[in-house]
């Protein structure tokens, strides 16, 4: 074989080559591409419930919180309920006005976990009325302090549904809040499917709304059907 022709074929296999490792490479990076949207889709999906307090969509307005800390001192904090999606907890902002603006400790993060609990006095809130009837001075609305939130009891019923946010009884809740539920007196439990299952297993009507993924549809039929049976062997 001629010398002109060993470099061209030999040349030739390298162009072939390289092309074909080119063409390699774009597939896998496409795979890679694909992979990590999926990861970041799935990511998405399941948001941190600690980021929910944050969201502009939920209302979660500022209100007066009379905190008392985990030494049983009490403090009157005007804040909303701040997210801190980096420590995965919910927290309110104490702003010190005795201090400096530029003072580091004028503005406090106060977290669940430093605190017995917090309260505000609905007669205060936006609402100064329930139900048409003027709500009484002082009448505190609680949220009880868990590691990393407090919960507020926001249905009341057979079973008790508790939000991260103060929202009252009787007003609207967002599904995205709730964090906790409970039987009667029995312990808060994790608001999720199987818990809840386990609390409505013998009502059919409430069990359809579960397997349609309607967890407070099934949590009101239910309370709605436990008051509305026979109570004490009477009609």
């Known amino acids: 074989m001629k010398p002109v022709l060993k470099y061209f074929y030999f040349f030739l296999f390298i162009f072939i080559t390289a092309s074909a490792s080119a063409q390699n490479m774009a597939a896998v990076n496409k795979v890679l591409s694909n992979q990590n949207l999926q990861f970041q889709t799935r990511m998405q999906l399941f948001r941190p419930i600690w980021g929910i307090s944050n969201n502009p969509e939920i209302y979660n307005p500022k209100y007066t919180y009379q905190v008392t800390m985990a030494d049983g001192t009490q ?35 106060i977290y669940p976990f430093q605190t017995k609990n917090i309260a505000r006095d609905l007669a ?38 508790y939000s991260i946010l103060s929202v009252e009884v009787g007003q609207f809740v967002a599904p995205s809040t709730i964090v906790g539920i409970q ?53």
């Open 75 to 109: 403090k009157e904090v005007s804040s909303k309920i701040y997210a801190d999606t980096a420590a995965h907890k919910n927290y309110l902002l104490f702003i010190d006005k005795s201090l400096a603006k530029n003072d580091s400790n004028r503005k406090q993060k």
């Open 183 to 235: 039987l009667n007196d029995g312990p808060i439990l994790n608001y999720n499917e199987e818990n809840l299952k386990g609390m409505v297993v013998q009502d059919a009507e409430a069990m359809e709304y579960i397997g349609q993924k309607n967890y407070l549809k099934a949590i009101k039929k239910y309370n709605k059907n436990i008051e509305k049976a026979p109570k004490d062997g009477k009609d």
């Open 124 to 161: 205060s809130s936006l609402s100064l009325t329930k139900n048409g009837k003027p709500v009484s001075p002082k009448n505190y609305y609680t949220g009880i302090a868990k590691d990393s939130c407090w919960m507020f009891k926001v249905i009341t019923g057979s079973i008790n549904v």
